[in-house]
């Protein structure tokens, strides 16, 4: 199995149910000869999985394949099971499992580097994690001058019964220097941005020289817009020679990494993930011939399990169970601990009831405080009606954080609200919970971006434009008061978006844990008991004001940069939705689709002769739409005899039909003649045939582009209403008005 010999065939499928399991009937069919790895991410504690991912991985290795289990970070927090041993019986159970090699997730510095070096001594796989480094000194150039003191392994080596060599590397996400307690991670260093590109390259470089057939990345970078220039989409963007890469961190699954990276015209690296907490396991596999593989499987269409496995996991709960499982109190209401819509997106009533705890706890000891802040990112779980245990709050507050206090003038709690909404309403980890502090984000306005923060990979405010507090402490809100501020201790050291609070003249801790004093709170104010007239419904706190959007399309928000372009297009019949309800903006536009939006445009005339293509049916909804194309040299075949309707449309190609149908309703497109697109980065991966194309759609302002072009990258339904809008309102515009003008 050389790929320098053999073509890549890169082959994505999404599957409920695998055709593997972990049965004597299905190890029957041999693999001998091929590579699988078994990937996880995300698994969050979910550690009863870890024995079906052990006989998935000894039912392939039966079949005689080459397996390597390997897992993408965020194992050791999420669940008591492994939170109160700090991440050991994660780690235990890994091992037992037969991990080959795993890389770092964020929530692994939880608990502190020291701990995670400690950890890393108790594995018995390498943990890589290329881009994480300890006293590290970097130049002024950004390049790494001393790669010794790299915390981690970069990578690691595996060789094939065959003598096929597999190159792993792992990433962790920068954001990690934000989203850890800072003060559990002094000293070490996150590389981001072009710094992550470059050695990237250069440990791609590294393994190829290795003699690596082939190179997986294990990378907790995700696709969340919150992660935008750090994102595993962005790095592939930027990296050749990537095979595999296993992602994690925004708990994506495979439908949903491979639908970003299509749209990302990422198409040499096979892009996986596999949601979160063991819902799926995935497998990559790489057969004799060089095809790479995608693919998930249900963890719930496992049947068998690894004794040993299963019988540790089961001890390891049964001991959580015995010391956490016993009722304390009950709720009457189903308490929200969910993402998105959830704490991250707006006021839920389990934030406000863990804000209201952080005030009340501050007063048992003696503070007087006019609110509370806790970051939604930081409620892990919700709690459903009815009793609540130890493990329940330990399962939303896992991260052992302790209350905190902050004195903040108005000006900088107003700067501290502005940063950790800046991509409201899409979600953020940041997005505050708060007791005692009323507010409205205003969701209409642009964040005014400022200066990145200190070791941070969020930018603050350079004004304040979304957020305006109308109440703190029941009094009207003051910009130059001081107030005081009951918190966590991670938003105290300025984790998150929270690096206003890093700054107050006043910050201290008081040392008590967080979930300790929820608890308190529900048992001695509360009576044990969370009634739903107290906690049934958000308590009205925080409003998040939403453009009101004038489509039918529930998948187009109002506050959508391409919103605008979507209405333009829907108001005019150029094209609607997918349904009635749907717009479907990130689905890349076919040829066909594309050729029957103009033909609409142009009155949908019957064409002279029919289509010449063999893959147009004569019954096809496309069939007139490209004759009539064909027919006014609008459209070409990419051969003579096949036109591909169902084949995503490039911009390029877009953009050149485009351009030929204003050749044939005669409009002028000569601003295009003397347009120089040569500043673009990578005008040399355009078609000769769409450079004129290209120039035409910049100087006509159809194509809106800073530095790329991306012609190769397919056209996504948002980008064809944007380049429609901007075609109808500039180039057909400007000819009726020249019209009448004549």
Excluded at 562 to 590: H, L, R, S
């Amino acid at each position: 199995m050389k790929r320098k010999l053999v073509p890549l065939l890169l082959a994505v499928a999404m599957v409920m149910s695998l055709a593997v399991t972990a049965s004597a009937e299905e190890t029957a069919e041999s693999m001998e000869g091929d590579i699988v790895i078994l990937h996880t991410n995300d698994v969050h504690g979910a550690i009863s999985g870890y024995a079906k991912v052990a006989a998935l991985k000894d039912a392939y290795e039966a079949r005689g394949a080459y397996v390597l289990l390997m897992d993408a970070g965020d194992f050791i927090q999420g669940d008591p099971t492994v939170s109160v041993s700090e991440g050991a019986t994660a780690v235990e159970l890994m091992n037992l499992a037969g991990y080959d090699v795993a890389t770092l997730g964020n929530h692994e510095f939880d608990y502190g580097y020291e701990n995670l070096k400690t950890l890393a001594e108790a594995v018995t796989f390498p943990i890589v994690a290329l881009n994480v480094l300890y006293d590290a000194r970097v130049s002024v150039a950004g390049s790494i001058t001393s790669m010794e003191k790299a915390a981690f392994d970069s990578h690691a080596i595996f060789t094939a019964p065959d003598g096929t060599k597999i190159g792993v590397f792992g990433l962790d996400t920068p954001e990690t220097a934000t989203k850890a307690n800072p003060a559990k991670i002094q000293g070490v260093t996150f590389l981001s941005g072009q710094e992550l590109v470059d050695c990237v390259r250069a440990e791609v470089q590294l393994l190829e020289d290795a003699h690596c057939e082939y190179i997986v990345c294990l990378g907790h970078l995700g696709i969340d817009d919150e992660s935008t220039g750090n994102r595993s989409i962005d790095l592939l963007k930027e990296v050749d020679g990537i095979d595999v890469f296993i992602d994690g961190h925004s708990h994506s699954t495979l439908e949903e990494v491979t639908a970003v990276a299509r749209e990302a015209g990422i198409t040499d690296t096979v892009l996986t993930s596999t949601g979160t907490k063991l819902e799926n396991v995935g497998v990559v596999t790489i057969t004799d011939d060089g095809t790479i593989k995608a693919e998930d499987v249900s963890l719930a269409d496992l049947t068998e399990e690894d004794a040993d496995v299963a019988a540790r996991a089961a001890a390891i709960q049964k001991q959580i169970d015995d010391d956490y499982g016993t009722v304390f109190a009950r709720t009457e209401a189903a308490l929200d601990g969910e993402r998105a819509p959830g704490n991250r997106t707006g006021e839920t009533n389990l934030g406000d009831l863990i804000c209201d705890a952080l005030v009340w706890g501050a007063e048992q000891n003696g503070e007087t405080v006019d609110g509370a802040v806790t970051n939604g990112g930081g409620i892990r779980a919700r709690i459903a009606a009815g009793d609540i245990t130890k493990k329940d709050i330990n399962t939303v507050l896992p991260f052992g954080n302790t209350l905190s206090i902050v004195k903040v003038t108005g000006a900088e709690l107003l700067e501290a609200l502005e940063a950790s909404t800046y991509c409201t309403p899409n979600e953020i980890g940041g997005f505050p919970q708060v007791s005692g502090i009323t507010f409205t984000v205003d969701t209409t306005k642009a964040y005014d971006q400022g200066d990145l923060y200190p070791g941070s990979t969020y930018y603050g405010p350079k004004s304040i434009r979304r957020v305006t507090i109308d109440t703190v402490g029941g009094k009207a809100f003051d910009p130059a008061a001081v107030y005081t501020i009951a918190t966590n201790d991670f938003l105290a050291a300025g984790g998150d978006t929270y690096y206003a609070f890093a700054a107050a003249s006043v910050n201290y801790d008081l040392g008590l844990a967080m979930d300790e004093v929820v608890m308190d709170y529900i048992t001695e104010e509360l009576g044990g008991v969370v009634t739903a007239a107290d906690y049934g419904e958000p308590a009205g706190r925080i409003t998040v004001k939403a453009a009101v959007s004038e489509l039918p399309f529930t998948d187009v928000s109002a506050s959508a940069d391409y919103y605008e372009a979507v209405k333009y297009c829907y108001d005019n019949d150029i094209f609607k939705g997918t349904t009635d309800t749907t717009f479907a903006p990130d689905t890349a536009m076919t040829r066909g689709q594309m050729v029957t939006v103009l033909w609409q445009m142009n009155g949908a005339p019957q064409p002279a002769a029919a289509n010449p293509f063999a893959d147009v049916a004569d019954t096809s909804a496309y069939a007139r739409a490209i004759a009539w194309a064909v027919e006014n040299d609008i459209i070409n075949g990419i051969t003579d005899t096949a036109f591909a309707p169902s084949q995503a449309i490039t911009r390029q190609q877009f953009l050149t039909i485009l351009y030929r149908y204003a050749r044939f309703m005669e409009y002028d497109v000569s601003v295009g003649e003397n347009t120089n697109i040569l500043s673009y980065e990578d005008v040399d991966q355009a078609a000769e045939y769409a450079i004129p194309a290209l120039q035409w759609a910049c100087g006509a302002g159809i194509l809106e582009a800073e530095n790329k072009l991306e012609p190769t990258v397919p056209a996504p339904r948002w980008q064809v209403a944007e380049f429609l809008a901007n075609f109808c309102q500039k180039v057909v515009a400007a000819e009726t008005v020249a019209e009448q003008a004549a």
